[in-house]
């Protein structure tokens, strides 16, 4: 069953961006005609009945230096308007550019092609031990009189109930289904139900556990997708207006490894459109804690579904706190895996260096299980890695030296006092806290990395005009900033990729001598410049605002440091009960 789209009305206001002559100039000789005309043909190419081009002169180019902000000689100026290539590779003067331009916009580049060029996180100094996974055992458990009311218990739990035959996973997918379909018109956090499939996945847990298959914890257990994976048979909309009908005969690498542990998959969940917010083409999705309130984004729908007890977890991505953003909002634990360690095959690219898929479940013990059934190398994601997983639920704090962002934690700010309560509890657990602090680097000139890739991902919606279909059509909205980020110069984008990487080298000496660091969620630049390097975070419940909306705390690791850092916040967990607390408008408690 799929969910008919919601009608409402939306008042955002179009704010027109006021652009000098000179500017205007520069769009009109150098992307003329408009870059909404898709696949047209060089100039060498182009019919004598095709519109012909201004000539390009030299108020065009120094409009588009001041753009930049370069200055060039007359002498020089003189020389780009003279260049003329003198072979099919020799691209040596704008008009040249241009008709290269035309070439590339020829070509079909489906939002599935990745760059040639791959974001190469550097590997933690220390090798990671070579280890299997050691989860906590399955705990006792005993079926209660109505079924419903385990509808916030994690995984683990669950899977004990279908281990000892007390569940069987079609009872446990109906439940889930029928919850799905009665809150769901108050969360607006379903895009699809893939009911008939869900059944179909959990009758087949069924006949394999009773045969004595065990395919591991997930064996039988429901869960969402955020909408920007592919499954084949059904709508993969991105969240967004003009693919909302858009159906993609593949199936995404991490629904293709869910599947293979033996996960029943019970729907396709919203997000942001093209992966901003919450606002998709069907409304905006709601936080449980607070329906008035948006569940913040990109992974709006599964924050907002494993939040209400919907499901057990969802698959979320972060590019830019898409996961630590509705997880913190929502009261959920969400892990954001380090670059490359979970394949993107057959996800929406908004960023081919930033992009990451994680897990978004009830507590840390869960996102282990579910991070060790999707991680490792895929033919279907260049980036994609295989590296070790030596986690322990065992691990005592003890062992560990743990850094905290002492500068972040001293800042008087709302929340300050429940951030300081999380050192105090580790020092209870025993764990050696130390004080460290981040690179000191402005973000925001780095992220234009970002922009830029993100309007390639997107080049054929801005050029073909559907762009005008999206929900949001204010100044910060993916309209916008995909046609802004055409005026990113070629090298600046490499130029930002290198001081990336010196960040990158930072980041690593910052953290030697430490196996974790917790930062407050929101202070600083920590979610920038992790996102920026790749490392992993998990953002986890830490108490409740003035308002009554749950807070976050995080922790992050080395490069592929998911074992030390999901084990860091197990304990935490294990000692406080913010993880146990759901929201009572769902059935929680």
């Not at 105090?424 to 981040?438: H, I, N, Q, T």
């Amino acid at each position: 069953m799929r969910f008919p789209p919601r009608r409402h009305s939306f008042d955002f206001r179009h704010d027109a961006s006021r652009v000098t002559i000179g500017v205007a100039a520069v769009l009109l000789a150098l992307a003329w005609p408009a870059t909404r005309a898709i696949g047209q043909r060089p100039d060498s190419s182009a019919s004598d009945s095709a519109p012909k081009r201004p000539a390009i002169t030299e108020i065009h180019l120094r409009a588009a230096l001041d753009l930049i902000g370069l200055r060039y000689t007359d002498a020089e100026i003189e020389l780009l308007l003279r260049a003329r290539g003198r072979s099919g590779n020799d691209f040596s003067g704008p008009r040249d550019r241009r008709n290269a331009y035309d070439a590339l916009r020829a070509a079909p580049l489906p939002n599935s092609v990745s760059p040639a060029l791959l974001f190469d996180p550097l590997p933690p100094a220390v090798p990671i031990p070579d280890r299997a996974p050691q989860f906590e055992a399955l705990p006792d458990v005993q079926r209660p009189a109505a079924l419903e009311e385990v509808a916030f218990w994690p995984v683990t739990r669950l899977a004990a109930l279908l281990r000892t035959g007390q569940v069987t996973s079609e009872e446990l997918t109906r439940m889930y289904l029928d919850r799905l379909r009665r809150f769901d018109p108050r969360l607006l956090a379903v895009v699809t139900l893939t009911d008939s499939l869900a059944i179909d996945q959990a009758r087949r847990a069924d006949r394999e556990l009773g045969a004595g298959r065990d395919r591991g914890p997930l064996h039988g257990i429901p869960y969402g997708l955020k909408d920007l994976f592919a499954v084949p048979g059904y709508p993969t909309t991105w969240g967004a207006g003009p693919y909302q009908d858009q159906v993609l005969d593949e199936t995404a690498s991490v629904a293709r490894k869910l599947e293979e542990a033996g996960a029943v998959l019970a729907a396709k969940l919203t997000l942001g459109a093209l992966a901003m917010g919450d606002v998709w083409f069907g409304g905006r999705t709601r936080n449980p804690w607070d329906t008035e309130q948006g569940s913040s984004g990109s992974s709006a729908g599964p924050g907002s579904a494993v939040s209400a007890g919907l499901l057990p977890f969802a698959i979320g991505t972060e590019t830019l706190g898409s996961i630590v953003s509705p997880s913190t909002r929502n009261g959920v634990t969400g892990l954001r895996p380090s670059f490359g360690r979970v394949s993107r095959g057959g996800a929406m690219a908004l960023s081919w260096s930033m992009d990451k898929v994680g897990p978004m479940c009830r507590n840390a013990e869960d996102c282990s299980i579910v991070f060790d059934a999707i991680r490792g190398a895929d033919a279907a994601d260049p980036s994609s890695v295989d590296v070790p997983f030596p986690y322990d639920a065992d691990t005592k704090l003890g062992d560990l030296t743990i850094g905290y962002v002492a500068s972040a934690f001293e800042r008087e700010r709302q929340g300050a006092d429940l951030d300081r309560a999380v050192l105090d509890v580790l020092r209870d657990l025993g764990a050696k806290l130390v004080p460290v602090e981040l690179p000191e680097v402005s973000t925001r000139p780095l992220l234009l990395t970002l922009g830029a890739e993100a309007a390639a991902a997107f080049d054929e919606l801005t050029r073909s005009g559907r762009d005008s279909l999206l929900a949001r059509q204010d100044p910060g909205a993916w309209p916008n900033s995909f046609r802004s980020s055409r005026f990113i110069p070629a090298v600046e984008y490499i130029q930002a990729n290198r001081v990336r990487r010196l960040l990158q080298i930072e980041m690593r000496q910052a953290m030697e001598g430490i196996d974790a660091y917790v930062s407050p969620s929101f202070a600083g630049s920590n979610l920038a410049i992790t996102n920026l390097t790749g490392h992993p975070c998990i953002s986890l419940p830490n108490g409740f605002g003035e308002n009554g909306s749950p807070t976050s705390i995080t922790f992050c690791g080395r490069m592929y440091g998911e074992a030390e850092v999901l084990a860091v916040a197990k304990a935490y967990q294990d000692a406080t009960e913010w993880d146990d607390r759901h929201p009572e408008a769902f059935g929680g408690k």
